[in-house]
């Protein structure tokens, strides 16, 4: 069993302090969102997954950390100031702001083209989805990067204008040389960075599926030209299989190839990993949405952001640069630009996935209908939540508080005695705790605890000397 829907996981997210609206004391502030106790431990829990798994598993890697506000430059090289623009329309009627590109007209299958969109909004044939309104306004461009100005200067003043950056991408891109003759790396090596991006967005919405500030896992992966295709392969073979590890089922998710026309100016090709976000919807095509997607970037950043190359009548390309971004080939003693494959995932997607399909419901004797987050114990906020069978009893209470200590060095463990044990009990599978370590009377005596496990609610008896290797051995990401 997954989530029904995204609003099941809103409510269990605020209820239980995964994630809350923010700024909400003055009224929220649109599909924008803060994470809580168990939201940031979750988090926490995906980027370090992502990194042992891009970074330290591998032989190939470099970490990076660029910074947000990059030279306004690196954004006109890139494209993003030109095309980094979502189609805008406007219901004249109730002033609903859309994306052209995702309106919905009958009888034309697919993605509207902006040309197209323009002429059905011109022939009155696409209603506002708001109102139903036909009056809507020809789509125009709207650029999603988020401006700011840098320095003490007027706030009109060009030459202070910068952005947020709209993807950690071109961080990683012109530090390409930095790394490489830091590293010593030789093709193919991939350089890895996670980190906040921000997106003007539209239409945001769907709590963190879609947010104006949201964090990305995006990982370039260097390769000769004629390496390329065979690399995207791996790589989108790879992140599937990744996925499915972390806890996303295989049934909830699926490839897909965006056609010729959805592809990003740099792109060869792109493929989707998309999960069923909305599996509410009646039509199984409006189920999915992006998870990820994994993009053959071809050589185009390392030869945009680079001072080489010239046109047909030799006028340099980038006048701005001050460094050529080629790479040379010891082997082939050939110099060229590197082909780029792309991996980049959402931080908060994959939670929201995690949470969707970690979501199941289980009925126990008394009829009561229990919500059981089957989070693989990787991913769960909190690792053993240990218990006292009786909170007027001090030496139960002072065994369980004292193995708590003993167990937080090497595993996120809380104490609770705040109920009756079926209630503790319940709280800790709603918010995926795998285990629950109970002190009772006879632990007094005997020097060992009972282990209940959230998924099977069975109970097994350990030794307190095993407990901490004992939870370790199931805490494994295989496990
Ligand atoms: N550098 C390529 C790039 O940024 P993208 O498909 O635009 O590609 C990659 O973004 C991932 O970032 C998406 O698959 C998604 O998980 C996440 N993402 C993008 N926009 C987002 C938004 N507005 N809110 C939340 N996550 C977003």
Redesign the pocket.
């Known amino acids: 069993m997954s989530a029904p829907n995204i609003e099941t996981i809103v409510s269990l997210a605020k209820r239980r302090g995964f994630v809350y609206p923010s700024s909400e004391i003055y009224g929220g502030l649109g599909s924008s969102w803060d994470y809580g106790p168990l939201g940031v431990e979750l988090a926490n829990n995906v980027r370090q997954a992502w990194w042992r798994w891009m970074v330290y598993e591998r032989d190939d890697m470099e970490g990076l950390d660029s910074s947000i506000i990059l030279n306004r430059l690196v954004w006109k090289y890139s494209g993003h100031e030109d095309t980094f623009s979502d189609p805008l329309v406007d219901c004249r009627d109730c002033k609903s702001r859309l994306r052209a590109d995702k309106l919905e007209f009958s009888g034309e299958p697919g993605a509207p083209k902006i040309g197209g969109v323009a002429e059905m909004i011109r022939q009155r044939r696409i209603q506002c989805p708001n109102c139903g309104s036909k009056d809507l306004t020809e789509p125009r461009p709207f650029n999603l990067m988020f401006r700011t100005h840098i320095g003490a200067t007027a706030e009109d003043d060009p030459e202070s204008l910068a952005y947020l950056r709209?993807?950690?991408?071109?961080g990683i891109f012109i530090n390409f040389l930095n790394v490489l003759n830091t590293s010593r790396r030789k093709l193919p090596f991939g350089i890895a960075q996670i980190g906040k991006?921000f997106?003007n967005?539209v239409t945001?919405g769907n709590f963190?599926?879609?947010?104006?500030?949201?964090?990305?896992m995006?990982m370039e992966y260097f390769v000769r030209p004629g390496e390329d295709e065979q690399a995207h392969q791996e790589w989108i073979d790879a992140c599937y299989q990744w996925y499915q590890e972390i806890g996303v089922s295989a049934e909830n998710m699926r490839l897909y190839e965006q056609p010729k026309e959805e592809l990003?100016h740099y792109a060869k090709r792109?493929v989707?990993?998309q999960y069923r976000f909305f599996p509410e919807r009646d039509e199984e095509e409006r189920q999915w949405d992006?998870?990820?997607?994994i993009?053959n970037?071809t050589d185009f950043d390392l030869r945009t952001h680079s001072k080489k190359p010239e046109n047909a009548e030799g006028k340099r390309l980038n006048p701005d640069s001050t460094e050529d971004l080629s790479y040379f080939d010891e082997q082939t003693k050939q110099r060229f630009y590197p082909y780029v494959i792309?991996p980049?995932?959402?931080?908060?997607?994959?939670i929201l996935a995690l949470l969707m399909d970690a979501y199941s419901e289980r009925t126990n004797e008394k009829n009561e209908t229990r919500v059981i987050l089957k989070l693989k114990p990787a991913m769960a906020p909190i690792k053993a939540a240990v218990l006292p069978l009786a909170k007027n009893k001090p030496e139960i209470v002072g065994m369980a508080k004292a193995i708590k200590r003993s167990l937080q060095p090497v595993l996120r463990a809380v104490y609770d005695d705040t109920g009756g044990i079926g209630k503790l009990y319940a709280r800790q599978d709603e918010i995926g705790t795998p285990f629950c370590v109970t002190v009772d009377h006879q632990s007094l005596e005997d020097e060992a605890v009972t282990i209940r496990d959230r998924d099977t609610w069975e109970q097994e008896r350990v030794k307190l000397a095993d407990l901490t290797t004992h939870l370790l051995q199931r805490l494994k990401p295989e496990a």
Do not use: H, K, W, Y
């Open positions: 709209p993807e950690t991408a071109q991006s997106r967005e945001p963190i599926f879609r947010t104006r500030e949201f964090e990305q995006e990003a792109t989707d990993i992006e998870l990820m997607g993009a970037r792309e980049a995932a959402g931080v908060n997607r994959t």
